[in-house]
């Protein structure tokens, strides 16, 4: 269970991490991020559009991108925004992890598993 303090809530921060522009793109989802020092954690917010399927389908992907999250080694200092394309609704939850794992490493928000 994720606990308040990693979640973005409000629409305009998600925002001011949009406006930011550094996105790391991959097939399936697009991850924003924007330092912010005023956190001494990684905060992040997910969107999934209508298109991806009903609502029990929306919120099982969200629940699954939160699960690989939370066990991911992110950067402390950072506002994260995943945006969760429609085609990834035919991915099982390996690919999943794998290609945020990817993205992540590509966007230099994960922690050095050497250090």
């Given amino acids: 269970m994720m606990k308040k303090e990693y979640i973005v809530k409000k629409n305009t921060e998600i925002q001011s991490i949009l406006k930011k522009n550094q996105s790391t793109v991959g097939k399936h989802f697009v991850v924003y991020k924007k330092e912010d ?44 925004f995943v945006i969760i394309r429609t085609s990834s609704s035919l991915l099982k939850f390996d ?5 945020l794992k990817e993205l992540f490493k590509k966007a230099n928000l994960l922690e050095d598993e050497n250090a």
């Fill in 95 to 99: 690919q999943i992890e794998k290609e």
């Fill in 37 to 80: 020092h005023e956190n001494k954690h990684f905060r992040f917010a997910l969107s999934v559009s209508k298109k991806f399927g009903n609502a029990v389908a929306r919120n099982q992907i969200k629940r699954r991108i939160r699960y690989i999250i939370h066990n991911m080694n992110v950067v402390n200092g950072y506002d994260i």
